[in-house]
């Protein structure tokens, strides 16, 4: 049973020196990187069995909006019916396998382009083409009821649009487990994409990707703007099934050798990489404003910091667009919570935003390529989200834009990741005890790929 705020659980969970170590893979091969044998175990394996995210509910709508959800060569059709369900089936017409959708769209009804068949928004076969046949459709062809497009298992959460291929896979929600519960609060499915919204094809594995924002070790190195922001030798960890949770204090492990001013001007330098603080600030210069003297010095009293002003200015911003954070904690109204819903899914999450990181593997089936997408979440009121709602953007390949600068420096560090990792002299990683996700995660990982009968 989970806490009413239910971000508790994470605030009190284990740091680095209480966690037992014994059941994680320390030493990671590196194959799974390159090989195109692993590939293909993985492919099989894990990709069509695994609950996976296929794209966003707010990217269908309305009824009779449709989307394609590819993986490798494989490809599904999701789209709302007039019941406004979301559902899925196979890119193929149930009479030559012809594919009929590419990319998106809206429809009444689904026809494919090489004979005429026509399906229901439901998949149920509506009408066959029969110009030169007198009879009816159930002697020219069969019995329509069995003729519909094959569905595929599609749930929605967190107003993620999830599919598993596998079409005896368990409910999303047993896949979930606790998860599920612990992100609830943020109200993800009220979230929109602002300002951010893009898929691009990138020349690394796609669990490179996953592995650089499971751990902050690398932030000294790659991100040392970001240093004063995040206390990384407070960070805590959760693991629910093969998914984890981490979260660092908001602040530098110094910030109480801060005084007030360093403290408010760490916090103003936030929108660069977490952009929805910029409409917290008013309310945060406010509140600092409370703590200055005639003359305009700012002094905290005790108990009092930056981090604790955030927080109030946070929920109170919130309040005032009429959006409930009440069963958010007051950590996460400053501090981030990082989820790793496996395989493929991070979310660095704060009240009222998130940033989300999705990879899968290129469609070429070559393992030292993949494709990232990447959108930056904003809670809205209701009224604003559809004028606000950033599309998706693809890039085309060879092409590129920068990101903001956190993302941009991954960007270029995980490729050039992939180029050492192909060698084949390498034959293993060694993770360090800051790395623990990583070693949780690709413990998962090989539950599901090499050691099959635990699935």
């Not at 890039?395 to 992939?418: R, W």
């Not at 996700?437 to 099959?452: F, G, I, K, Q, T």
Request: charged letters at 25%; one cysteine or more; glycine letters at 8%.
């Amino acid at each position: 049973m989970l806490p009413d705020r239910p971000g508790e659980l994470i605030d009190k969970g284990a740091l680095i020196r209480d966690i037992d170590f014994a059941p994680f893979h320390m030493r990671v091969s590196t194959e799974r990187y390159y090989s195109a044998d692993y590939a293909s175990r993985e492919r099989e394996q894990l990709w069509m069995r695994v609950w996976q995210v296929a794209g966003r509910a707010d990217d269908i709508p309305e009824a009779g909006d449709w989307m394609e959800y590819r993986l490798f060569d494989q490809s599904w059709v999701l789209v709302r019916g007039k019941d406004g369900a979301v559902r899925g089936f196979v890119n193929a017409c149930r009479h030559r396998g012809n594919a009929f959708c590419e990319g998106s769209g809206h429809a009444a009804r689904f026809t494919c382009p090489y004979h005429n068949w026509s399906y229901g928004l439901d998949g149920a076969l509506l009408a066959v083409a029969k110009p030169d046949f007198d009879g009816s459709t159930e002697e020219f062809v069969g019995d329509k009821a069995e003729l519909g497009l094959v569905a595929a298992k599609v749930e929605c959460f967190a107003g993620f649009v999830f599919l598993n291929p596998d079409p005896n896979a368990a409910p999303l929600t047993d896949f979930l487990g606790e998860v599920a519960g612990l992100l609830a609060p943020y109200k993800l499915e009220e979230m929109i994409p602002i300002g951010l919204n893009k898929r691009e094809p990138l020349e690394c594995n796609w669990k490179v990707v996953m592995d650089a924002f499971q751990e902050g070790y690398h932030v000294q190195a790659v991100h040392p703007e970001l240093v004063k922001a995040m206390d990384e030798s407070q960070e805590r960890y959760a693991f629910f099934g093969d998914h984890s949770v981490a979260t660092a204090p908001f602040g530098a492990a110094n910030m109480a050798d801060f005084g007030p001013e360093q403290q408010a001007e760490a916090i103003r330098y936030l929108p660069a990489t977490f952009p929805s603080v910029t409409e917290v600030l008013p309310r945060f210069e406010e509140l600092l404003d409370g703590h200055r003297s005639a003359d305009g010095t700012m002094a905290f009293p005790q108990g009092i910091n930056g981090r604790l002003l955030l927080q109030q200015a946070t929920r109170d911003t919130l309040s005032a667009k009429g959006l409930d954070a009440s069963a958010l904690t007051d950590t996460q109204m400053s501090d981030n919570h990082f989820h790793l819903v496996f395989p493929n899914l991070f979310m660095t999450i704060r009240a009222g935003e998130a940033t989300v990181i999705i990879s899968t593997p290129h469609e070429s089936g070559d393992p030292g390529r993949c494709y990232w997408q990447v959108m930056g979440l904003m809670w809205l009121p209701p009224e604003q989200r559809a004028a606000a709602r950033e599309p998706l953007v693809e890039v085309k390949e060879g092409e590129h834009e920068p990101y903001f600068l956190a993302l941009e420096q991954d960007y270029d560090q995980m490729q050039a990741q992939q180029r050492g990792l192909r060698n084949s002299g390498l034959k293993h990683m060694a993770l360090t005890r800051q790395e623990v996700r990583l070693a949780y995660y690709h413990s998962a990982l090989d539950s599901w790929v090499e050691e099959r009968g635990k699935r």
